[in-house]
């Protein structure tokens, strides 16, 4: 039998729009002209940095000064508003508030949040509509019922009542936050330590709440951050001096008559270096809980 031998295929050459370098990719903003860029970002940053500038600069210039370069460097204002303006006893209360607010919205947004994540009951739907419509109410509408409350459980000019109060504030937030972190871990993470022995309980304290670390520190930042800068509880609920916070010693600055730059510009420096700090710890785990909730598990 002869076998007739079949000729190969010509090889065709791939077409190439140009030269090709190993390694490299066209990007899309490759082709973007750089001015197209750096002037939205240098206009953004000026006035992003022009008032923090200019606090810095009424901060830290001797008083009756109009130098636009602070010049001697003077820490007389902050002197004045720690010692004189009692911004010492400001800060305590509010780093106590802070981290109260924060211990209290994160354990009780955590239960609620599992049990709207793993449990289906009837009401289920309408509680989270409560919940999303809780958002909608502004704090002012609050003061007057909490007011109420805590003048009847005698709690009023304590620094409990603005702890509370900010707590309830931040909760139906927090526990969507909380509930939507909970479905991204499987479930079959549980049912595995389920059949290797733990209970419910430690099967969440062992497989679940390491996995939740970045959501539990979004929502407890955003909850000491809320709390540390919050004016109306503060101001409403305490009346004595030595139990104020922060912000309303700084709206102590300002009266009718006249407002000390340097005081104030120095108070609100006070006010922002602790939010400044804790956000430069957490960003990491803060990026990484915002985005863990846009991916499904």
Wanted: charged content about 15%; hydrophobic content about 55%; some cysteine.
């Amino acid at each position: 039998m002869e076998v007739t031998p079949v000729a190969p295929a010509p090889r065709t050459e791939p077409d190439r729009v140009g030269p090709r370098r190993p390694g490299k990719r066209r990007r899309a903003w490759d082709e973007v002209p750089r001015w197209h860029i750096y002037l939205p970002l240098t206009v953004y940053l000026v006035f992003t940095l022009v008032p923090f500038y200019w606090i810095l600069l009424f901060a830290l210039r001797p008083a009756g000064s109009t130098s636009l370069v602070p010049w001697p460097v003077t820490f007389e204002h902050f002197d004045k508003v720690w010692t004189e303006r009692s911004f010492a006893v400001f800060f305590q209360n509010s780093v106590l508030i802070g981290v109260a607010t924060l211990v209290m919205t994160t354990v009780v947004a955590l239960a609620g949040g599992y049990a709207l994540a793993r449990f289906d009951f009837r009401v289920k739907r309408v509680f989270m509509l409560a919940l999303l419509c809780s958002q909608f109410v502004p704090g002012a509408l609050l003061l007057v019922p909490l007011f109420e409350i805590f003048a009847n459980l005698q709690m009023i000019n304590s620094l409990g009542s603005v702890i509370l109060a900010e707590t309830v504030f931040q909760l139906p937030l927090s526990m969507i936050l909380i509930s939507n972190f909970i479905k991204n871990v499987p479930y079959s993470l549980e049912e595995a330590a389920w059949v290797d022995g733990c209970s419910r309980f430690r099967a969440f304290c062992s497989v679940v709440l390491p996995l939740l670390r970045p959501g539990l520190i979004a929502v407890g930042s955003f909850a000491f951050v809320h709390s540390w800068n919050h004016f109306l509880f503060a101001l409403m609920f305490l009346s004595n001096q030595e139990k104020q916070t922060i912000p309303v010693g700084l709206n102590t600055l300002m009266s009718a008559d006249s407002v000390d730059m340097g005081a104030l510009a120095a108070g609100g420096i006070i006010a922002a270096v602790p939010v400044v700090i804790v956000f430069a710890f957490i960003q990491k785990w803060l990026i990484t809980g915002f985005s863990a909730g846009a991916v499904k598990g």
